[in-house]
Structure formats: structure tokens, C-alpha cells
């Protein structure tokens, strides 16, 4: 059915090239010539000029032919030789929806603190103090603790989320405000970092910060939509006409998107989750099909659920199947092989795609091993679940992905080589470990799907700087010097077909976007330098200068005119 459905797109495409001239067919909307484009359609890999009638492409070719398309009232516009790639398509992504401390990159605790206090001052009294991005090597020994956090603010709570969000820490206010003692005991899948006395350090693992996130009052309906409205525009100035939401929505989410849908006010497409817990309701499956099958349109889209295995090698809670090299412990799994084959099983009835966000070896192993239980039970068919990360997968794992159909949801952004990955990160594999994270030649020599995503706010959600991570493997001062660990490094256009077909395909969406062809969405961007050219200093200057999402423009930089 699908191919069908493209093989008509195709053909009417095609159709209206050759019926443009007679009267009764309207002639494009606008037309853009003089481009260097790449369209990722294997079937004419380049060409200089596009036309786009409403929010569909009509034709794709010279600029000869396309200008001959042209009637009275389209609009031409001249790129001035510039590169052109399909829209950059975010395979996983969330909405950062609270006003919130940035402390990336702070360089030492005091100007962590520093940043807190700047923050404090644009808030009411008494509220609570939240930020996020920081990472261990900011602490003295790289271990966070609450104690100049304590120091700065003794009786306002403060809670601030690490980079990866998996790891959080709270002052001594948050947690005596959320009950946390010395006598507490960590939930399951969680732990609670204590002092030798036994009290809490303030270092809150995975589900142990639960019961102080909960006392964090939640933003407005209002608010969350400014923020989306915010993270939208990021987004088209970085290239990106799709993004998939990485967790379900709460209320106040739920009715932003649905107040920016009738307001017609998206500027990217949205595939949007919903959660996956054990063993889910008939009701709750009921109502997740219902919505996956009431959003058929071209901006919102549900289908997916999203579950997570394990935490991350940083905060030492992914599940390695041996100890760290530093610590020691083999991490946080969060299911039990029964309950997730169980519940796989009936979402994968339900008609439900899952992915699931699995990093260490042992929890991908065991991803890999519930969706080959789930294939044997229900048959294999077009199902396309997967695995959010897989860092550090076991060699011997990555065949399966193609075998199972199983798609690598990676984060080509994660190799970025910087403080973390190379004094944390690194060590806490150990040597022989670190030389396989995140080896995104690996899975493609195998035949694996890999979509690439940012994992945005965790990281910046830029895919020219995701990309070049998986070219290069260096930052923009050419450091480390030949890149970090270079064997998994890819070319630019195995990383342009990462972030746009490869990303519609593990969204089911492969016959509307991805590629620029007659009779695709009409979702792409121009860039200020090519790419293509495949030099670091290229990467590093390269930035977009228009996109276009359904055929109107969402980011024009001023300079193009
Ligand atoms: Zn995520």
C-alpha cells in the first residue's frame, strides 16, 4: 500500500511537469534555482533547482526545466549556488518546557553557583531553583555533592538535573522538603548517594530524585507553549523540519500542541510518544491507538511508545554486562526479561512501534533479546521498534539489528570529545569498552537503520554539529588530532541520509519526507557553506540559511534577503 502511494505521488509529479504548460494546470508556487542539491533520492542524486506548489514538491531538476514551470504568479528565487539538503529530521528530541539554570560547560562549582545565583535573582523569593547540564568533572574528585549548593542557599530548595538527566542533585532543602533522610531507602532502579555517617550527599540517582521532582511545581499550560514556540524557532534556525518527541506529554504539553495545531502556529513536523509501562491496560493500549489513528495529518503524529532499560555510563546506571572500570557495579537495569517480553508483546499486538532507550551492553542485549522473543510469538512483520543509544553495544550484537529489523536510534552528537566523554566517560568503560562507543560505522557496515537524533536539551540539537561528530569525531579546534576513537567515523552523506531519510523511515514516514522528489513534502534547507566538501572547517562555519517546512519558510536568515 505504501509503495503504491508513492509510486501515484511519483506519477502525478511527473504529470503536472509535463501538463504545466497547459492552462488549466496551475503553474508552482515558488520555484528555487542555481542550488547544489543533494536530494538523497537514488533515482537523480543531484540537480540545481525545485518546484513547490502548496506544501508538496513538484518537480526537481535543472534550472532550465524548472524555470520553464514558471507561471505569472509563482515566485523564483535565486540561491546563489548554495547547498541544498532535505530538512534535518531529529529522531529523538524533547521540549524542555521549564525556565531553568544552563549549566553546561560551567567550569568549576563556584561558577556553577555563580550562574544558580544570576538565575535566583529573576525568580520570586522563595521559589524553587532548578537547573540542569552539569557533569561530574565540575566537583572537586569528580563527584557532585550538594555542599557549595548548601552553602550559597540554605533555605531555598534547589534542584539541578546532570547533563544526561539521569542523575540530579538536590540541596539540603529540596530534600528534607521531599522526605529524603538518612534513613530513606532508594526505590528501585534508583540510589542515593550517602556520606560514610549515611546522610544523603544530595547526589540523587535515576528514580531516586522522583520525590523531590514532584514537590518542583509544574510550569503553566502557557508557559510550556512559549517554550515550544521557543524550541520550535531553535529548530528551523538549525535545519529541522521534523522532530520526535522522546516521552509522552502531560497535560499542560498536551494542550500546547493542540493550541499550535488550530492556531496553525508549527514550524515543524512532531512524532510524539506515549509511555511504555508494564504490562499497559486494554484500555490504555485502546487509547493509545485511538490517537495514533485520530493524528493522520501532516504535522502531528503519534504510533510510538517509549520505555527506558537502563541510565547512562556517566551516572554508572547503564547496564553493563561486566563492572565498571571505575566503581565497579554493572548498572541500574530497570526490567525484568518476563515483564518486558509481556509487555513488548502486547504493544507489538496493539500495533504500537516501541523504542527503548537501552545504552550499556547488557541492557541493548536484552532489547535485542525481548524483540526476538516478541518476533517468535507474534510473527515478524513491519514493526521497526527500537533502540534509543546503544553506546557501547557488544560487537557481537550488531548484526541483529538488521536480522530483526530493529532500528539504531543514535546520537551522533554523543562522540562529541570533550571534558565528560574523555575524564569520565572514558575511563568508566575502561580502554577496551571505550574503543566500541557509539560506532556509528559499525552499525552501518552491518546493515543496520541508524536515525540520528540529539537528545535535545542533553545536547545542543544542532545536526551540522551532530554531523560533525560522526565525521570527524573532533571539536571545532581539531582536537583530539585525528578524531576520538576515528574507526567509527562516517562520511558526510552517510550522515545526511542519518538525519533525514533514515530518521522518516524509523518514523514510518520514508514515502513524504526525507528525500527531495516530486511529490514529497516540500522540507528542506540551504546552507551558508557546503557541507559537502567535507572539511572540519566547513562544519564549524556551516550554518542554514533557509528552511522550509510544507513549502513556507520557517528560518530565513536576514542576510539572504
Ligand atoms: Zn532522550
Redesign the pocket.
Known amino acids: 500500500m505504501p509503495l503504491r502511494r508513492h509510486a501515484l505521488r511519483a506519477a502525478a509529479g511527473l504529470l503536472a511537469l509535463a501538463a504545466c504548460a497547459t492552462p488549466d494546470v496551475p503553474p508552482p508556487d515558488r520555484i528555487l534555482v542555481n542550488a547544489v542539491i543533494w536530494t538523497g533520492d537514488s533515482a537523480r542524486p543531484a540537480a540545481t533547482a525545485l518546484a513547490i506548489r502548496h506544501d508538496t514538491i513538484l518537480a526537481v531538476g535543472t534550472d532550465e526545466a524548472i524555470r520553464a514551470l514558471a507561471g505569472p504568479t509563482t515566485h523564483l528565487e535565486d540561491l546563489g549556488g548554495r547547498r541544498m539538503v532535505p530538512g534535518f529530521h531529529d529522531a ?3 521540549l524542555p518546557t521549564r525556565r531553568t539554570a544552563d549549566l553546561t560547560g560551567a567550569p568549576s562549582v563556584d561558577s556553577l553557583v555563580a550562574r544558580l545565583q544570576a538565575f535566583a535573582a529573576t525568580l520570586p523569593d522563595s521559589a524553587w531553583i532548578t537547573g540542569r547540564g552539569w557533569t561530574p568533572d565540575m566537583f572537586p574528585a569528580n563527584t557532585a555533592t550538594s555542599a557549595a549548593i548548601d552553602a550559597a542557599f540554605p533555605d531555598r530548595p534547589v534542584l539541578l538535573t546532570d547533563r544526561d ?1 539521569h542523575q540530579s542533585l538536590a540541596n539540603q532543602v529540596a530534600l528534607r522538603l521531599a522526605g529524603i533522610d538518612r534513613n530513606s531507602v532508594a526505590p528501585p532502579g534508583g540510589a542515593i548517594d550517602r556520606a560514610r555517617d549515611g546522610t544523603p550527599t544530595g547526589l540523587l540517582r535515576e528514580t531516586a530524585a522522583a520525590p523531590v521532582r514532584a514537590r518542583v511545581p509544574a510550569p503553566s499550560a502557557d508557559e510550556v507553549y512559549a517554550a515550544l514556540t521557543d524550541a520550535m524557532a531553535r529548530a528551523a534556525r538549525d535545519g529541522l523540519t521534523a522532530l520526535q518527541l ?2 509522552g506529554l502531560d497535560e499542560a504539553e498536551e494542550e500546547a500542541f493542540a493550541r499550535a495545531l488550530t492556531e496553525g502556529t508549527l514550524q515543524t513536523r512532531f512524532r510524539i510518544a506515549v509511555p511504555f509501562t508494564p504490562m499497559p491496560s486494554d484500555s490504555a493500549l485502546d487509547a493509545y491507538t485511538r490517537r495514533r489513528d485520530a493524528n493522520r495529518g501532516p504535522l502531528v503524529r503519534y504510533g510510538i511508545a ?1 520505555g527506558m532499560l537502563d541510565g547512562t555510563v556517566d551516572a554508572r546506571s547503564a547496564f553493563m554486562l561486566a563492572p565498571y572500570a571505575i566503581g565497579g557495579g554493572t548498572g541500574l537495569p530497570r526490567w525484568s526479561m518476563d515483564t518486558l517480553v509481556t509487555t513488548l508483546a502486547r504493544y507489538d499486538s496493539a500495533g504500537i512501534q516501541v523504542e527503548l ?1 537501552a545504552i550499556g551492553d547488557g541492557a541493548i542485549r536484552l532489547a535485542l533479546d525481548a524483540y526476538e522473543a516478541v518476533q517468535r510469538r507474534n510473527g515478524a512483520g513491519d514493526r521497526r521498534h527500537r533502540i ?2 546503544l553506546e557501547v553495544p557488544d560487537p557481537a550484537d550488531l548484526p541483529r539489528f538488521k536480522a530483526l529489523g530493529v532500528i539504531a536510534s543514535t ?1 551522533a552528537v554523543f562522540a562529541t570529545p570533550d571534558a565528560t566523554a574523555l575524564d569520565n566517560y572514558v575511563p568508566l568503560l575502561g580502554p577496551e569498552r571505550a574503543a566500541r562507543a557509539l560506532p556509528f560505522k559499525a552499525l552501518d557496515d552491518a546493515g543496520a537503520v541508524q536515525a540520528f ?1 540529539s ?1 535535545y536539551p ?1 545536547f545542543p540539537m544542532s545536526p551540522i554539529l551532530g554531523m560533525q561528530m560522526a565525521v570527524f569525531r573532533q571539536l571545532a579546534d581539531g582536537t583530539p588530532e585525528g578524531g576520538w576513537e576515528p574507526q567509527h567515523r562516517i562520511s558526510v552523506e552517510a550522515a545526511l541520509r542519518h538525519y533525514t531519510r533514515d530518521a522518516a523511515y524509523a518514523a514510518f514516514r520514508e514515502r513524504e519526507i526525507g528525500i527531495l522528489a516530486p511529490g514529497m513534502l516540500a522540507d528542506l534547507v540551504v546552507l551558508s557553506d557546503d557541507i559537502l566538501d567535507g572539511t572540519l572547517a566547513t562544519f564549524t562555519r556551516a550554518r542554514p540559511v533557509l528552511t522550509i517546512m510544507g513549502g513556507r519558510d520557517t528560518w530565513r536568515d536576514p542576510a539572504l534577503r
Open positions: 529523538h528530541w524533547h538527566g522522546a516521552n517509549k532507550h534509543e543509544h546520537q537524533g537528545d542533553v
